[in-house]
């Protein structure tokens, strides 16, 4: 391949890899691999004097794409020319007074006060244009409400969720598949959620990395006593230390061994002009400011030999590859098993059980797999069959990535999903039982259908003497079931998992047939698609389930321990009766946005998901954004209304 070619391939392999790392949904590759790629395409534009205009090297960040309100940065949020060299950091400083501070691994966000108050926080974005986030910002853990200073001033930190946060709200999450992946990726959707009652419950942090400006405030040209006045206004700001090129070597060697105590997720370190007019003189490159550096840690590898491949099964149905090796010391720990994520990276890695693999941590905390030599030409064998249920097992292809599947939908592991919906808020309500509780159970034999759930007093002695059980918890979850036996009749329908129909769908069915169970399992499918709001694939997926014997027998069973409560009706005469809504944004007066959707059904109106021609009224509380459904709403000349305009039509008090 000749090099051009190779940039081309880079630039595309980097922007992906960027862009999801940007948005937080995922990450496509590692913090090693993204960097020694960008170094390689770096080396090779010297080279070749070529750049591509979408060149990771030229451009700064990606656009937004979630629905808040955007916002142009009044300065541009340039990011940093890195180095993984000490020397380098050095030679940058000369004999410069230069503050050496953690690089954090969060979100990046631009703060402004006003008269001693929080009056926006806007995301980075793309680094010309961001996110408003001003309501989440607002309860952020670590950030005051108020300041002394009362002139405007405008200052950029970093998002953060502590390790010990992230690994408690983790620890919540039962299926592997759904944990999430690092603080950062948990940070980033916790920041950009609509509901700041999510960001507050995430315990968000920000620490404070620079000053933009402030009015009337004199720091005799010093980022340090920038910093020692925003810690005297209540600022947790980024530590840092006062370092030249005499005693660079020993600042760095000093953060390096803080890394592993740290309770904060940091990749690097930066080093930054304490002198504000010399680094501004300096000015910037098209990417690049030029008063700072960041410094990347040289990752720690170690070779060690493959010993395993091990197989897991959550109850999605996807198995998942963990490396399994001799055990190694890296970064002060000892580790032994690094996950390999998915199919495709077993087969780009050629792993086969006794190679060499090169071990490090990513940002010296998590273990990756970062090349692997072959010591025989043997690979790793994908499972034919589940490890659980050893039935067949499929590869399957989404966005060019490989994964594998176990196709039995009797599996064990799968069980475990249908029984947790089962219990779920929206469905029996059954406080106590989480997913591992159910495994337990299922794995014991002690709920093998929906029904058994009702009957687990007959294991009383053995239940209280199973891990994190008592005789108070199983008291405890005994009365939630209990209290569970008064369901809605919907709740009990949703409660099936029957493919498509979720609570709202539900709900509709109940009403159409005056919520009669008989009926409801009975109907076919030209009766079931003459419901506003069901369509041909989720009434085939009704009669499906019901015609399946086991499944009716099972819903029957399930439905003799319960008194089933009828559907309240909707309220057809109501001014907004056959009304279609679509809800966006934050709320005020209600819990979530659900709670409003509860009751535009229940006095006969429909939501909706996105506008169209079809769509009455958009709920807005931000009437005036620039969101793609405002757009889209003034486009169609469809109201944007705010949540009281809302009430109002309603003739309901929110008190």
Known sequence: MDKAARIKELVLQLNEAGKAYYSGDKELMSNYEYDALYDELVELEKETGLIMSDSPTRNVGYETVSELPKEEHETPMLSLDKTKSVDALAAFAGAHKCLLSWKLDGLTIVLTYEKGELVKAVTRG????????????????NLPARIAYQGRMVLRGEAIITYSDFEKINSEIEDEQEKYKNPRNLCSGSVRQLNSEITAKRNVRLKVFAMISAEGVDFNN?????????KSQGFDTVDFRVVDETNMHEAVESFAKEVGENDFPSDGLVLTYDDIAYGESLGRTAKFPRHSIAFKWKDEIVDTTLTDIEWSASRTGLINPVAVFEPVEIEG????????????IVKSLGLGIGDTVSVYKANMIIPQIAAVKKNQDSFVEIPKFCPVCGQKTQIRCQNDVESLYCTNPDCQAKQVKSFELLVSRDALNIDGMSEATLEKFIDNGLIKTYADIYHLDRYKERICQMEGFGEKSYDNMMDSIEKSRNVVISKFIYSLGIPGVGLANAKLICRYFDSNLESIMTADADSLVEIEGIGGVIAGAIVAYFADENKRKLALDLAAELTLIPEVKADTTSDIAGKTFVITGSVLHFVNRNEVKELIESLGGKVAGSVSAKTDYLINNDTTSGSSKNKKAKELNIPIISEEDFIKMTGKRMD
């Open 333 to 344: 720990t000892t580790v032994s098993r690094a996950s390999v994520h998915n199919v495709s």
């Open 126 to 141: 793309n680094g010309y244009v961001g996110e408003v986030i001003t309501a989440n910002a607002r309860v952020f853990k």
């Open 222 to 230: 010093s980022r340090e006593a920038q910093f020692n006045w925003l």
